[in-house]
């Protein structure tokens, strides 16, 4: 079991009533475990975030590692353009 550490938190009012009537309805077995269920919600994101910038900081070094382009750039200025709404490669620094 991992080890626990008890805090105290202050909440708004309305916070606490809905954390207290989560708890009532059964939707959690105690406010401890609903806050560690926020806990989680809220740090999953940064997690993936983390992923995601790992995933594309790797594929940014082999893109640069292989010396024939995939792309040219009318053809990686078309693809931008399509994905963001851009009406011309031109129009706006990236």
């Known amino acids: 079991m991992q080890s626990a550490e008890k805090i105290s938190i202050t909440l708004p009012s309305e916070m606490l009533r809905l954390l207290r009537e989560a708890v009532a309805e059964g939707e959690y ?3 401890s475990e609903a ?4 806990v989680r919600a809220w ?3 940064r997690l993936e975030d983390t992923e995601c ?7 940014a070094r082999q893109s640069l590692a292989d010396p024939a ?8 200025d078309i693809r931008l353009a399509a ?12």
């Open 43 to 45: 740090y999953r994101p």
């Open 69 to 76: 382009a995939s792309l040219s750039e009318a053809e990686a």
């Open 53 to 59: 910038v790992a995933a594309l900081r790797a594929r």
């Open 29 to 31: 077995a105690s406010t």
């Open 35 to 38: 806050l560690c269920d926020a």
């Open 83 to 94: 994905r963001f709404g851009a009406s011309g490669a031109g129009d706006a620094p990236l």
